[in-house]
């Protein structure tokens, strides 16, 4: 076992283990952390919908840990890809997008994404860059180094063959056009939700294929929605926004089941879920997560409106 040691100590930790599921090579990622190495982390996101919600915020906080350690981060704004929509997660092919749609979606993400990370030090991509200029030979050559048969092993075709719906060809493509992008920016290292498992394994795959390192892999946690049942997600309507207003955001997370509270601090804040009645408990993490994207200000003028508000619906029910 690798000893750390160093200022950077705990930080290396933390990015190793809080709201992490797995990393692949962990050894050798630990072990680049400690030497010190900058390293090239890359995500990846297609601009499916107009706004970014806490689902997101979990993995763009990760992404900022290792910037903090002056890492540099590479955001992929997948507008290529989202013409063909990923297909993780998906019991039925996605409906095509179109250029317009995908530019109308893509144009505050930058904005909501610096939120979080700091955009002025982020190396933003667009796979687009990439694919764009590239002939049908570069596609067929590209399909040729992977099978079928591998790519239908992920769980979520396995399941739609098995009730009858299709699959498109281009679904097969995704993963792999998905993984090239890690060979356009030279990625040391992917990060990625635990639905995105298959997809971020696949550009280790297409590394090696054309005989580059393989990046190491970092899977993390997925946020359940306010249903507290499903992973968040704007189409099922269980999404926070990152854009909502103090008093939306603050009711949203209050209405989150109790039992969300431990994961919520988790993958969303800094801090451990506090010893207390879950009442206070939930007021500390809804002030606390509208503190980082709204200002503290912002936060506690939301909690007056909200214990207002319940006050006011009490004594109208009495």
Same mark, same amino acid.
């Given at each position: ?107 505050? $993400? +930058? ?14 991509? $667009? ?63 992917? +990060? ?5 498992? @298959? ?10 294929? @054309?005989?580059?390192?393989?990046? =190491? ?75 980082? @994207? ?5 936060? =506690?003028?939301?909690?007056?409106? @909200? ?8 004594? $109208?029910?009495?």
């Amino acid at each position: 076992m690798l000893i750390m040691i160093g200022a950077n100590e705990k930080a290396i930790t933390k990015i190793l283990s809080r709201g992490v599921e797995s990393v692949i090579e962990k050894d050798n990622l630990q072990k680049r952390l400690i030497d010190g190495k900058i390293l090239r982390v890359k995500l990846g996101i297609d601009p499916t919908a107009k706004d970014l919600h806490l689902g997101h915020a979990v993995i763009l906080r990760k992404l900022r840990q290792f910037q903090a350690l002056g890492h540099q981060i590479v955001l992929i704004i997948g507008d290529f890809t989202a013409m063909i929509g990923d297909p993780s997660g998906r019991s039925e092919m996605r409906k095509t997008l179109t250029q317009e749609q995908i530019q109308k979606n893509m144009s505050a $993400y +930058l904005e909501q994404a610096g939120l979080i990370i700091d955009i002025n030090k982020t190396e933003v991509r $667009y796979n687009s860059e990439w694919y764009k200029d590239k002939n049908a030979l570069f596609f067929l050559d590209l399909a040729s180094k992977f099978t079928v048969a591998r790519s239908l092993e992920r769980d979520d075709f396995q399941k739609r063959i098995k009730e009858g719906h299709d699959i498109a060809l281009s679904e097969l493509l995704y993963p792999i056009l998905q993984g090239y992008d890690s060979i356009a920016v030279k990625a040391d290292v992917e +990060l990625g939700g635990t639905d995105q498992t @298959f997809n971020v394994f696949m550009g280790r795959k297409v590394q090696r294929r @054309f005989d580059m390192p393989e990046q =190491d892999i970092m899977t993390l946690t997925l946020l359940e929605g306010t249903d507290g049942v499903h992973k968040m997600s704007k189409s099922l309507g269980n999404y926070i926004g990152l854009t909502e207003t103090p008093s939306d955001m603050f009711a949203k997370i209050m209405s989150i089941p109790d039992t969300l509270m431990p994961k919520y601090f988790l993958l969303l804040t800094d801090k451990d879920m506090p010893d207390a009645p879950p009442k206070q408990a939930k007021q500390k993490l809804a002030h606390t997560i509208v503190s980082v @994207f709204c200002s503290n200000s912002n936060a =506690d003028k939301a909690q007056e409106e @909200f214990e207002r508000a319940l006050k006011l619906n009490a004594n $109208y029910a009495n």
